[in-house]
């Protein structure tokens, strides 16, 4: 059975998040922030790619949204990184980020934040790792990193996009179109029990 959220909860959209707007410019990194695979990311993002993006766009800022940040996080002398801690809800980030970064290289498992990101129609850039067990094609409904710690790759592929405002549009559309198709639990749950009933039967 193909891994899902549940879709309906996800999209609720909370009426006091009703005029949050989108942010030109900005980026999202979002998950346990103590967790190995996510420190990694996390040292990698501040490390590899924000000075280079910053090189060439000087104006795009990320938000570090969960638990368990690390001191070199928090107390980042940059203006441009926004740590927020835990948050009630991911809404109204989801609605004014341009962007969610996921640069993963190691760990098991499905990566649920990432399905949930697609599921609300936002472009989601990561590596192979990123999209372990969801049913997406690079350049379509997510952007690949490949190979996953190619810094110049990751920088030209963010800053085409955040330019490109008609291209986020296009990929976002086939982001929420993929997690409802493939990723919808309650779909999902469905065909799983119609399965198991025609098993039982025959």
């Known amino acids: 059975m193909r891994y899902g959220i549940d879709l309906k909860e996800n999209n609720k959209q909370l009426p006091q998040f009703a005029d949050v707007k989108r942010e030109d410019n900005t980026l999202n990194f979002t998950g346990n922030l103590s967790d190995g695979p996510n420190l990694d990311a996390i040292k990698f993002l501040l490390e590899k790619i924000l000075p280079m993006l910053w090189e060439r766009k000087l104006e795009v800022k990320i938000y570090f949204l969960g638990v368990g940040a690390p001191d070199f ?12 801690g835990f948050v009630d809800s991911l809404i109204p980030y989801m609605k004014k980020t341009s962007l969610f970064v996921s640069p993963l290289f190691f760990g098991a498992g499905t990566k649920t ?33 490949d190979p996953p710690r190619d810094t110049e790759q990751w920088v030209n592929k963010i800053i085409s996009l955040l330019v490109d405002k008609d291209r986020i549009r296009q990929v976002e559309v ?13 779909v999902n749950k469905l065909a799983y029990v119609k399965e198991l009933t025609a098993i039982k039967g025959s």
């Open 73 to 84: 996080l928090k107390n980042h002398p940059d203006e441009r990184i926004i740590v927020t």
């Open 113 to 145: 934040k990432v399905l949930e990101v697609m599921g609300h129609g936002k472009v989601v850039v990561g590596t192979k790792e990123s999209f372990t067990e969801i049913e997406c094609q690079d350049e379509r409904d997510c952007i690949v990193i």
């Open 174 to 186: 086939e982001a929420k179109k993929t997690v409802e198709s493939h990723h919808d639990w309650e």
